[in-house]
């Protein structure tokens, strides 16, 4: 067969290549503080039903979800992950604590990012405090470290005394006083995230409390996010993009209480990708959501069907990131990529501190 007459290849569905999940965002609209009250951010409601968009500010979520209706909240903690020091030599370091390693029960030992990665080796010590060092154990295959805490004292209260809020890198400032709260949701209970689930943070004691008034079912899961979340795909084909792994529970209880609600005929309304991804874990095939506790990895992405999952809300994501992705495949690529083009055109505020989108 000639070249002229060999079949051409098929071309890749518009959604299939990661280059598809690019877009065009001005520096200008990465917030850089967060919007005073929280429920004040604007929100971008996406209606899957005939592609409309309207515009609306946070604290409408009250009047899109009715009662019966379940929100599912990720209710974990970012703590101040973030250690800056000095190397042996007087340098500068800068550790950035991601989870407990595995293998390892002391408390004591972390799995962590660092910096500069070539000058810490397995043996050296970074200074973080009079009383607080951090010593370089072991390289694991990825890339990262194993270290070791040490200090006098209790090592987590060592790690808030001193540690810094862990901002994404897009915040191109140094944490303060105001981000000790304003990262974190108001709903916040159990520490071990580097990164706040941002869709969340919109949320006010205040609003929580009319939801519930209203009729509508708070349920509570876990997800303690890593910071792979920031990190985009690189991969042309999305299906050979690694996914990191993050700890998630879904309890006993709020896996009957969301299967009640869908047995009644009420929706499942999800606050954030973290907590897709908890929920998508927990659910079997036929839609019934199983108690859980480990380790997922689950890449959210077209084609997907949803099995736990019928509403979403979420904050506006980096190109070409597994996160954009999971919400095109929850609102379909083309409404999804149309959405961002016209939160662009309108200025909304991108990433952790910025606008909200709900697609009902």
Known sequence: MTASSEPAASAAPVGARTADYDYDLPE????????????????????????????????????????????????????????????????????LLLRPAEGHADGVHFEAMIHPGGKLRPGRTVTIADD??????????????????????????????????????????ADDAVDVNRYQTVYADEAGSVAAPTAGLHFTDGLLAELDAKGVERVNVLLHVGAGTFRPVSDDDPAQHVMHDEWCEVSADAATRLNAVRARGNKVWVVGTTGVRTLETATDAEGVVRPFQ???????????????????????????STLIMLVAAFAGYDRTMAAYRTAVAERYRFYSYGDAMAII
Request: overall charge positive.
């Open 28 to 95: 200008s609209h990465i917030a850089q503080r967060p919007v005073e009250p929280r429920d004040a951010s604007r929100m971008l409601v996406v209606d899957r039903r005939d592609g409309s968009l309207s515009h609306r500010t946070f604290r409408d979520v009250l009047g899109l979800i009715p009662a019966g209706d379940a929100i599912v909240l990720n209710t974990t903690k970012v703590f101040r992950a973030r250690l800056l020091g000095h190397r042996e030599s007087g340098g500068p370091a800068e550790i």
């Open 294 to 320: 480990g380790n997922t990895n689950i890449f959210l992405r077209p084609p997907y069907a949803f099995r736990g999952v019928d509403h979403l809300i979420t904050n506006f994501h980096l190109p070409k």
């Open 132 to 173: 607080f060092k951090v010593e370089i154990v072991d390289t694991t295959p990825k890339r990262t470290r194993i270290v070791k805490l040490i200090t006098s004292g209790d090592v987590m209260r060592a790690v808030e005394q001193h540690g810094h809020v862990p901002l994404p890198p897009y915040i191109e400032r």
